[in-house]
């Protein structure tokens, strides 16, 4: 059975940084030829997409976060790290992992991060 696991969350002032870890289990493909993306969602909205990287790394980032946050794979670890920088408090919300590729969409739990003001 494949698990998502999402850490790292947490609470921090504005400006402050934050690193989230996912990783996943149970799954027999390779993990570097899946697609890995961080979403979030806040109170009373959608969840969106934040960062992707694909099976190619290739990366992609909602605009909104675009300079300020990094998305990276560990391919040794079987993790992709998604590091935030100068949070704002509109990055408060649960984030999310999800894997993708050979028919799988796998999703973690989520974790919280909240930036204060």
């Known amino acids: 059975q494949v698990q998502v696991v999402e850490s790292g969350g947490g609470s921090v002032q504005a400006g402050g940084s934050l690193g989230l870890s996912c990783a996943a289990s149970?799954?027999?493909?390779?993990?570097?030829?899946?697609?890995v993306g961080w979403y979030r969602q806040a109170p009373g909205k959608q969840r969106d997409l934040v960062a992707l990287?694909?099976?190619?790394?290739?990366?992609n980032y909602a605009l909104s976060v675009k300079g300020r946050f990094t998305i990276s794979r560990d391919s040794d670890k079987g993790t992709v790290h998604l590091q935030m920088n100068s949070l704002k408090p509109e990055d408060s919300a649960v984030y999310y992992c999800?894997?993708?590729?050979?028919?799988?969409?796998?999703w973690g739990q989520g974790t919280q991060v909240t930036v204060s003001s």
């Open positions: 990287i694909d099976e190619n790394s290739r990366r």
């Open positions: 999800n894997i993708q590729g050979y028919g799988l969409n796998e």
């Open positions: 149970g799954i027999v493909y390779e993990f570097n030829s899946l697609n």
